[in-house]
C-alpha cells in the first residue's frame, strides 16, 4: 500500500484508524452491536413498565383496557415499546440467520423475511395504538372517529 | 455455556411467538369488543395461559441472562467462580421471577 500523507490521506478516506473503523466483515458490526444493547436497555424500561401496568389492570375488560391505552400515557411508552423490541429482534434474528444459513440465496431470503416482518409488525402495531388513542380522544371530545 | 443458548433459544421463541401474540392483542383491542373477547377467550383457556407462562418464563430466563451479557460487556465478571455463580443465578432468577408472577396473578384474581 502507497504510503500517504497530508490532504493524500484525508482524501482516501482518513486516518489509518478511521478507514477501519466500523468495518467488520459486514461493514457494520460496531453499529450493530451497540444497537442491540441500546435496544436491550429500552426493552428493559419498557416491558417492566408493560408487565407492571398489566397486572394491575382488568385485561378483560374490553372498555377499561380501550381507555387505558388510548391514553397518552400509555400509548406513548407502548410505540416505544413497539418500535424497541422490533428493531431489537431484527437486529437479533439477523445475527441467528447469519450464523446458522451459510449460502447465499436461503441467507439472503431468510434476512429479507425477518426485516419484512419486523417493519410491518412494528407498522401494525403502531397503526394499532394510534386508532385506539385517536379515536379515544373522539369519545371524549364527541366527534365520531 | 447453558446460559447463552438459552439467551438464544429464550430470545428467539420470544421473538416469534411473543411479537404476534402483542400484535394480535393490540390488533384485537384496535378492532373492537368481539375481536378483543376472541383473543381473551384464547389467552384465558387452558393452552394460552400455557403459552403466556412460558413466554413469561421465556422473558425473565433472556431479561436475566440479557443483563449478564451487559455486565460482560464492561469487562468484568470473567473469573471462573464470578461466571458460573452469575449463570446459576441467572436460572434461579427467571424461575422465581416467574412464580412471582403468576402467584401475584391468582392472588389477584381470587
Ligand atoms: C428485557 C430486556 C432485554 C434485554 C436486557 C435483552 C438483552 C439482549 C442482549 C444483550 C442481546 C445480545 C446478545 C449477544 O450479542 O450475544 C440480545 C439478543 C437477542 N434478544 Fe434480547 N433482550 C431483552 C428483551 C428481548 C425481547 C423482549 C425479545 C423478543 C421479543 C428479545 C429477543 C432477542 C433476540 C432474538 C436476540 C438474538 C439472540 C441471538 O441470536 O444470540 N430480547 N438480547
Known amino acids: ?145 | 455455556m447453558a446460559v447463552s443458548i438459552f439467551h438464544r433459544a429464550t430470545g428467539d421463541g420470544l421473538a416469534i411467538v411473543g411479537t404476534l401474540a402483542l400484535l394480535w392483542w393490540l390488533g384485537a383491542m384496535a378492532s373492537g369488543a368481539d375481536a378483543y373477547g376472541a383473543f381473551i377467550a384464547c389467552a384465558g383457556g387452558i393452552v394460552g395461559k400455557v403459552i403466556l407462562v412460558g413466554l413469561s418464563w421465556a422473558f425473565f430466563q433472556h431479561l436475566f441472562s440479557g443483563l449478564r451479557h451487559l455486565v460482560l460487556d464492561t469487562g468484568a465478571g470473567y473469573e471462573l467462580k464470578t461466571n458460573k455463580m452469575f449463570s446459576i443465578l441467572v436460572f434461579v432468577a427467571a424461575i422465581v421471577a416467574t412464580a412471582a408472577l403468576w402467584g401475584f396473578i391468582f392472588m389477584e384474581t381470587i
Not at chain 1, 407502548?78 to 447469519?98: A, D, K, N
Not at chain 1, 446458522?100 to 434476512?111: G, K, T
Open chain 1, 1 to 145: 500500500m502507497s504510503e500517504r500523507t497530508g490532504i493524500a490521506k484525508v482524501a482516501s478516506g482518513g486516518t489509518e484508524l478511521g478507514r477501519v473503523r466500523g468495518l467488520g466483515s459486514a461493514r457494520e458490526g460496531t453499529g450493530h452491536f451497540i444497537h442491540q444493547r441500546l435496544t436491550a436497555v429500552g426493552n428493559l424500561a419498557l416491558f417492566l413498565w408493560l408487565i407492571v401496568s398489566l397486572v394491575r389492570l382488568p385485561l378483560a375488560d374490553f372498555a377499561t383496557m380501550r381507555e387505558w391505552l388510548g391514553s397518552p400515557l400509555a400509548a406513548v411508552p407502548m410505540i416505544l415499546l413497539i418500535i424497541s423490541v422490533f428493531w431489537h429482534i431484527r437486529l437479533g434474528l439477523q445475527t441467528l440467520i447469519e450464523d446458522y444459513v451459510h449460502s447465499d440465496a436461503p441467507r439472503i431470503l431468510a434476512l429479507v423475511i425477518v426485516n419484512f416482518y419486523c417493519v410491518a409488525g412494528a407498522a401494525f402495531g403502531i397503526f394499532s395504538v394510534a386508532k385506539i388513542a385517536f379515536t379515544a380522544t373522539a369519545a371524549v371530545t364527541g366527534v365520531p372517529a
